[in-house]
């Protein structure tokens, strides 16, 4: 049975890499959720908008799948621009997710939880200092309402290019990615992929291609690690 | 609020015309349903596939919003190449649409079900001369578990080009289009479409982006026959 992983977040969890910066990963085992079914994986597999791109979930997909030897599906429900208020529990993001997730148990393992956003909430020092609160009662509720309470999550930071936004519209993103720090290191089945030395598309908000790709990468690494290295 | 209306159906609703084969749509009144909220439409809308394209839903759409005055939503749960057994009630493309329906419900009155299918049944002689009572079967219980008991349903004559597949492999779509017109006429909430003089994008499976427009408006003149004009 095909072991699968719920995408959540805002963009930079759908993805927003160039399609034709990286070479398309060449796996057979690797699929994504479409109408409640697996199809063969092609990026963008997250089509939350036109303009969805390269995304950190198909290296990581890819890397389970080698390690592991098993098909790895990805059941994507990133939404660009997203708060953790969109998200909130109830709302239609968070509906959306929980359905596709119940969907999905009914035909793969669901393994995981990938979760990559922030940016939205760090326009605001009020949201960001709250962030690590909010994303929990978000996260529990999630994993409740899916019946994923002992399953991995893994949690990225906030890219450090940010800072260079022209218009500082995310500049309280270091207190979201200290609120990501804590939360890990306060949670055992919460591991942080770092964002250190990754780069951005060129709008300096979102990640390119290549650095997407190592951050899935990373994210497979936090996975192995939170789990000894079990599937 | 938004109205809105279900794609539903196999590939010739989620859509294969060619992009590039005519100009899109200008209309900021049209919306696409992703991750449970409302987006501008562009299209494809359904993207099942990587290789989804023009769709007649979105000519369709068009011709609703502009005569109708109003803010017109799409929700796509069409998926290429499948059969009315893999639509069976409680299965994985049913539940999908049934879920994308109740949450569409939310933020959206929805007006009626855009259905096209039956390439897939039309391969053997048992499957497309049951295909009414098949069908019919599906559809009630879709609307009665979305609520919609009495919305319209729009459904379309398959290709006359599926005569000329080099194979013959749906050689029995007469007995489909058969099926389709005896239902329509013996049930007062469906209106057929026809596909009369509507050509192949060359592979004499699926409508070119031309006749996916013209198609849409049929779906529309049908629609407002059906309700007497009304919306």
Redesign the interface.
Known sequence: MIHSFLMIGQSNMAGRGRLSDVPSIKNSRLFMF????W?PL?EPVN????FAGISLAASFADEYSKNFDVDTGLIP???GGTSLDDWGVGG??Y???V?QTQ?AR??SEVKGILWHQGEADSETEENAVTYGVRFLKILRALQKECGLESAPVIVGELGQFLADMPGQECKFFPLVNKALVETAEASPDIALASSQGLVSNGDNLHFDSESLREFGRRYFQKYTELTNGGR
């Open positions: 479409r109408n409640g079914r199809q092609s089509c939350d908008r036109p429900c990133a939404d239609q993001l509906s959306h997710a359905f969907l009914r035909v």
